[in-house]
T-cell receptor
């Protein structure tokens, strides 16, 4: 069945360092790949997304790469700040509009 | 423009009871999806409604049902509650359907505890 694996489950970095989160997926029909940030007591919030016809996208300190052949995509956060601390989820969306989430990465940014 | 709101914030029920959770979509959005998020897990898709019709469903039993109203607000109903139903229930609204690129806007969730 459809599955999204996300690694690592926990990531601790020093303020100013970079953080990388990786995801792999199984559904070949996936064509949209959003990333969400979830803070305590809140719902997930979209931070960046990428479509299947694009290999890379950047928005200020955040970038996402997609390798459709290998079925994996990654989130890169540069110059991390304490306010980046949260749980990050990758997700895939296919033709059925069903969003499949990864299990999440808890990011700690130490000041 | 108001965001997605959910009620209640927290709820405690006992096994076997029934529960109704409510969601008010972001203004102008005609599609709502419901998710179950167990502690420490990613959200799992329950179902989606588009213009009052169920548009897709995840791997959840029939005791999970929903409604979408003409004003695009929505309800999630769960019958015969089980202990494993304890989770954060999230709704997300989006505009239109027909392309999977539509951004979903999530509400803060309803924390359901089943004792």
């Amino acid at each position: 069945g459809e599955n999204v694996e996300q690694h690592p489950s926990t990531l601790s970095v020093q303020e100013g360092d970079s953080a990388v989160i990786k995801c792999t997926y199984s559904d070949s029909a996936s064509n949209y790949f959003p990333w969400y940030k979830q803070e305590l007591g809140k719902g997930p919030q979209l931070i960046i997304d990428i479509r299947s016809n694009v290999g890379e996208k950047k928005d200020q300190r955040i970038a996402v790469t997609l390798n459709k052949t290998a079925k994996h995509f990654s989130l890169h956060i540069t110059e991390t700040q304490p306010e980046d601390s949260a749980v990050y989820f990758c997700a895939t969306v296919g033709g059925g509009f069903k969003t499949i989430f990864g299990a999440g990465t808890r990011l700690f940014v130490k000041a | 423009e108001t965001g997605v709101t959910q009620s209640p914030t927290h709820l405690i029920k006992t096994r076997g009871q029934q529960v109704t959770l409510r969601c008010s979509s972001q203004s102008g959005h005609n599609t709502v999806s419901w998710y179950q998020q167990a502690l420490g897990q990613g959200p799992q898709f329950i179902f989606q409604y588009y213009r009052e019709e169920e548009n897709g469903r995840g791997n959840f039993p029939p005791r999970f049902s929903g409604l979408q109203f003409p004003n695009y607000s929505s309800e999630l109903n769960v019958n015969a509650l089980e202990l494993d139903d304890s989770a954060l229930y999230l709704c997300a609204s989006s505009l239109d359907v027909g392309a999977s690129y539509n951004e979903q806007f999530f509400g803060p969730g309803t924390r359901l505890t089943v004792l």
